[in-house]
């Protein structure tokens, strides 16, 4: 049979047989069958005959899904035409799609990702499964995988020298800093963790990665805000920005990372409580934020407008012919709350900003009122020095001999000497050898020894010196339960050991959430 309204013709084209078979019929019913689609046998004056369907016509055989039709030829048999319309039936495979190809019908598989099921995605092989091929993810610390097919691998927990998972992979703590509110990591790979005082005010006690911040290299955190050296040696803050501490001409917090204008071949960072500085390649040191006490080192320069929310050169320099510092001069500096101090090449450290009897360091020799500093000054007494830390009204030098001489505020014995009496000039930590490491905190000091060992000392209200105590010590004393330390960092009331194993203990205050809750002895810190 032929589909409606196909042509057909009684003769033959050239070269076939004749349309009359020649038996007698009264009706069609007598005639023999045709023998192709594209040809009638129908009885036409008493005598059978064969029509033939014109070229192109559309016989009723046809076989769906199978990506083409049937056509007649005109000369009564068929010929295949594609027909990319004749899609294969439905698989009911949310994952595949019925289509045409050149080798024939076929179910494709949708591309991976494509939604399925509840909450399934494709995998790219036509099935539906719970996660993307080669894609990781993180569950409690836990590192994952999704396989081929699309199936989630068990979890591994993050442990030993990559104790944290993050982007969906174990990795290591290259660094860690403390600040007043909160505190930060750095992973291997350049991701940061932060944990704490939030930019709007909110406690997070649980450490989260810090979005649309670039690979690092370096962390530096104030006592609200937080700044990241990046590779290619420019600076991205965020946080608090209430006295222009994130560099970026404003005063408006933010919290994400921005970009510190301007400020570029950074190879060193450091932040205070509201400002901060950058050590150049070139050696000169810039420095951003609240200048009340000097601590911007401007050597008392009128500021130009704006000057406390762009960097500005700080001219942090020579006692003797007040050059700026540059690379054969400085080697390193170190922020304290309002104060900051440069350590030269040749042992010695000069210090600006608050440098009064009530504010660190104290560097005369001698008492005398508060006032601000705002041109660096040589400590007196300083020779020899390899590392200076600062902490919230005390300053401490670290020797090449391996002890260490602090100065300031002494009211909780943060200066290790045995007395509870401020120095005006640096005194000798006692019974303390083989420091490798300082860092401070609002009134206690610790030291990390070349053994791996910590030793804390000062005010311990909050459990700041990890002895399971409230006791203050005058005199440096073994944190207990602390070995293979591979570096150490304070702030406030806090501390925190990053040790060679790759895992992290801390111990102290945290009301606001940075060390994960109140830890009197050292206590494990997953971030």
């Excluded at 805000?225 to 917090?253: F, I, K, Q, Y």
């Excluded at 900051?340 to 450290?349: N, Q």
């Amino acid at each position: 049979m032929l589909v409606a309204g196909c042509g057909f013709r009684s003769a033959p084209p050239p070269g076939t047989a004749p349309t009359a078979t020649g038996t007698p019929c009264a009706v069609d019913a007598e005639c023999p069958a045709a023998t192709s689609p594209c040809m009638v046998s129908t009885c036409a004056d008493g005598v059978c005959q064969m029509q033939v369907a014109t070229a192109g016509a559309l016989p009723r055989v046809q076989v769906a899904g199978d990506c083409q039709e049937l056509i007649c030829d005109g000369r009564g048999a068929t010929m295949p035409r594609e027909n990319l319309g004749d899609t294969p039936a439905d698989d009911a495979n949310e994952c595949t799609d019925e289509v045409c190809t050149p080798s024939g019908p076929a179910h494709a598989p949708l591309a991976a990702g494509a939604k399925c099921g509840e909450a399934g995605v494709c995998n790219g092989k036509g099935r539906c499964g719970a996660c993307l091929p080669d894609v990781a993810r993180c569950e409690k610390n836990a590192a994952q995988t999704c396989s081929g097919e699309g199936d989630w691998s068990p979890a591994v927990a993050c442990a030993g020298a990559t104790p944290i998972c993050a982007v969906g992979r174990c990795a290591g703590i290259t660094s860690l800093a403390l600040g007043a509110t909160h505190g930060c990591v750095l992973l291997d790979g350049g991701t940061a963790r932060c944990s704490g005082f939030a930019t709007a005010g909110q406690i997070s006690r649980s450490s989260s990665r810090i979005v649309g911040l670039p690979p690092a290299s370096a962390l530096a955190v104030g006592a609200h805000h937080r700044c990241a050296l990046l590779g290619d040696g420019t600076v991205r803050c965020w946080g608090n920005d209430a006295a222009g501490e994130l560099g970026d001409g404003s005063s408006e917090g933010h919290p994400t990372p921005i970009a510190a204008v301007g400020v570029e071949g950074v190879t060193e960072l450091a932040a205070g409580d509201g400002h901060t500085c950058a050590r150049l390649a070139k050696g000169t040191v810039i420095c951003w934020g609240h200048d009340e006490k000097g601590q911007l080192g401007d050597a008392g320069t009128p500021p130009p407008p704006n000057a406390t929310t762009h960097p500005t050169m700080a001219l942090m320099r020579k006692r003797q012919v007040e050059t700026a510092f540059f690379a054969p001069e400085v080697a390193s500096f170190a922020l304290g709350g309002e104060t900051t101090c440069g350590l030269r090449r040749d042992g010695k450290v000069d210090c600006w900003g608050a440098l009064g009897i009530d504010a660190a360091p104290l560097i005369s020799g001698k008492p005398r009122p508060p006032k601000p500093t705002p041109k660096p000054k040589l400590v007196a007494g300083l020779k020899g020095v390899t590392a200076v830390a600062l902490g919230g009204d005390h300053s401490c030098a670290l020797l090449q001999d391996g002890s260490a001489t602090c100065w300031g505020d002494n009211e909780k014995g943060q200066l290790g000497d045995g007395s509870p009496a401020k120095k005006h000039a640096p005194a000798k930590v006692k019974g303390l050898v083989g420091v490798v490491e300082l860092a401070l905190g609002h009134d206690h000091t610790c030291a990390r020894l070349g053994d791996g060992s910590v030793q804390c000392w000062g005010g311990n209200a909050a459990g700041q010196l990890g002895d399971g105590t409230t006791t203050d010590r005058k005199i440096p004393a073994a944190v207990p339960g602390i070995a293979g330390a591979a570096a150490i960092v304070a702030a406030g009331d806090r501390t925190c050991a990053r040790l060679q194993s790759g895992s992290v203990l801390c111990w102290g205050d945290d009301a606001d959430g940075a060390i994960g809750g109140p830890k009197p002895t050292p206590t494990a810190v997953t971030w």
